[in-house]
């Protein structure tokens, strides 16, 4: 069966309401949670296996005012050859420094939204951008031969929509083989813990 933005109608307010309204989602090729966490200048062993609910909760719990956190809280978690960061209310894969650093030597994917509905998705190969949605900038003008099925999939209005609509899902899915699932966000074991502020 054929995906469209419509099979991730799930991801909503309603079903994720501490997630859905701002979230990041960080897949990185070929990297364990604890590799990644070295390569973001961050210490596994400061870091703590929870569950969704409980990363969420981490991460509005933080020791500064009003719940922060000194430097960007996420949960990793392994899935088949990659690592998938979930973020809520957090923007490292909206950095374009630091995912373009992270990516050295493999593909990275990611799919940002913040509370004001500003939006970013990337899909970066070895520190070169692939294929982008800017907020204020909209998606690049060229769509590469890997996303031209996925645009078609999403229709000829793709354009207009943004990528929390469905498109980022669905463009995440093709460029990572990994179809995200409400079962697979809730069910899943994520190592947690904040790293340093990217430079």
């Known amino acids: 069966m054929i995906a469209t933005?419509?099979?991730?109608?799930?991801?909503?307010?309603?079903?994720?309401?501490?997630?859905?309204?701002?979230?990041?989602?960080?897949?990185?090729?070929?990297?364990?949670?604890?590799?990644l966490v070295n390569r973001l200048g961050g210490r596994p062993e400061d870091f703590t296996p929870m569950t969704l609910g409980g990363l969420i909760k981490a991460s509005y719990s933080g020791p500064g005012t009003y719940g922060t956190w000194d430097g960007m809280f996420f949960g990793?978690?392994?899935?088949?050859?990659?690592?998938?960061?979930?973020?809520?209310?957090?923007?490292?894969?909206?950095?374009?420094?630091?995912?373009?650093?992270l990516s050295a030597g493999t593909r990275l994917?990611?799919?940002?939204?913040?509370?004001?509905?500003?939006?970013?998705?990337?899909?970066i190969e070895d520190g070169e951008i692939r294929f982008c949605f800017i907020a204020d900038e909209g998606y690049s003008a060229e769509v590469p031969e890997e996303v031209v099925e996925s645009m078609r999939r999403i229709g000829s209005d793709y354009r207009h929509l943004y990528p929390s609509d469905g498109?980022?899902?669905?463009?995440?899915?093709?460029?990572?083989?990994?179809?995200?699932?409400?079962?697979?966000?809730?069910?899943?074991?994520?190592?947690?813990?904040?790293?340093?502020?990217?430079?």
């Open 5 to 35: 933005p419509d099979d991730y109608a799930w991801f909503s307010y309603e079903r994720f309401p501490d997630l859905a309204e701002a979230y990041c989602f960080t897949y990185v090729r070929g990297l364990t949670p604890e590799q």
């Open 76 to 101: 990793a978690v392994a899935i088949g050859d990659w690592v998938f960061i979930v973020e809520p209310n957090g923007g490292l894969g909206a950095d374009e420094g630091s995912i373009t650093s």
């Open 109 to 123: 994917v990611s799919h940002f939204r913040d509370v004001e509905g500003v939006e970013y998705f990337y899909w």
């Open 167 to 199: 498109p980022a899902f669905l463009m995440a899915e093709r460029l990572t083989g990994i179809t995200l699932t409400p079962e697979l966000l809730e069910g899943s074991t994520y190592l947690c813990g904040a790293i340093p502020e990217p430079r």
